[in-house]
């Protein structure tokens, strides 16, 4: 109704006359039950509407701030486990470095050891030939000793034309032998 008023008074052509025309029509009764009406309808959209709308944008806005925090707190935690996992990832990088070293080292102790063992098995080898060599050429000495007495006793015996025992000539001849030795 207060729109068709309005609507009249912007189709009239005088200004003047168009407050008069306003008042007129405007009712003072309507306009105080519309007022009277809106008023009520505010406090009941307030008490009905207004209070539980509100509570919900609390309890959406309280959610969210939850929600932020609860993310926050992920973020730290999750920056701190990375953290721990680098730290543990670092850890076991030394722990294998530590490990490829003392790998190493123990290949080169037991690579000295083994050269060291080897070294000890040939100057044993070695050693043994050389006693062997020893006897053996002592061996050879006494056969050609034993084959040199047995020639000069075979050679004084066509010398001498006699027989002469062959112990006497031994002894002889080994007595000879020796300070021959002697005089090297």
Same mark, same amino acid.
């Given at each position: 109704?207060?729109?068709?008023?309005?609507?009249?008074?912007?189709?009239?052509?005088?200004?003047?006359?168009?407050?008069? @025309?306003?008042?007129?029509?405007?009712?003072?009764?309507?306009?105080?039950?519309?007022?009277?009406?809106?008023?009520?309808?505010?406090?009941?959209?307030?008490?009905?509407?207004?209070?539980?709308?509100?509570?919900?944008?609390? @309890?959406?806005? @309280?959610?969210?701030?939850?929600?932020?925090?609860?993310?926050?707190?992920?973020?730290?935690?999750?920056?701190?486990? !990375?953290?721990? %996992?680098?730290? !543990?990832?670092?850890?076991?990088?030394?722990?294998? %470095?530590?490990?490829?070293?003392?790998?190493?080292? %123990?290949?080169?102790?037991?690579?000295?050891?083994?050269?060291?063992?080897?070294?000890?098995?040939?100057?044993?080898?070695?050693?043994?030939?050389?006693?062997?060599?020893?006897?053996?050429?002592?061996?050879?000495?006494?056969?050609?000793?034993?084959?040199?007495?047995?020639?000069?006793?075979?050679?004084?015996?066509?010398?001498?034309?006699?027989?002469?025992?062959?112990?006497?000539?031994?002894?002889?001849?080994?007595?000879?032998?020796?300070?021959?030795?002697?005089?090297?």
């Amino acid at each position: 109704m207060f729109l068709d008023t309005f609507a009249l008074l912007a189709a009239d052509s005088g200004a003047t006359s168009g407050l008069a @025309q306003l008042n007129k029509n405007l009712n003072l009764g309507d306009i105080i039950v519309t007022v009277s009406f809106f008023t009520i309808l505010m406090l009941l959209l307030k008490k009905f509407a207004w209070g539980p709308l509100m509570g919900i944008m609390d @309890q959406r806005a @309280q959610m969210i701030s939850n929600e932020i925090e609860a993310a926050e707190k992920s973020r730290l935690e999750s920056h701190k486990l !990375l953290e721990e %996992q680098r730290e !543990l990832l670092k850890e076991a990088r030394d722990n294998a %470095q530590s490990i490829v070293e003392n790998a190493q080292k %123990q290949a080169e102790s037991h690579r000295d050891e083994l050269i060291n063992t080897a070294r000890a098995e040939a100057n044993r080898m070695k050693e043994a030939a050389v006693l062997e060599i020893a006897t053996e050429k002592d061996k050879a000495v006494a056969a050609v000793r034993e084959e040199f007495v047995s020639l000069s006793i075979l050679a004084a015996s066509k010398v001498l034309g006699k027989e002469i025992s062959e112990e006497d000539n031994r002894a002889l001849i080994e007595e000879t032998i020796a300070k021959a030795g002697e005089g090297r």
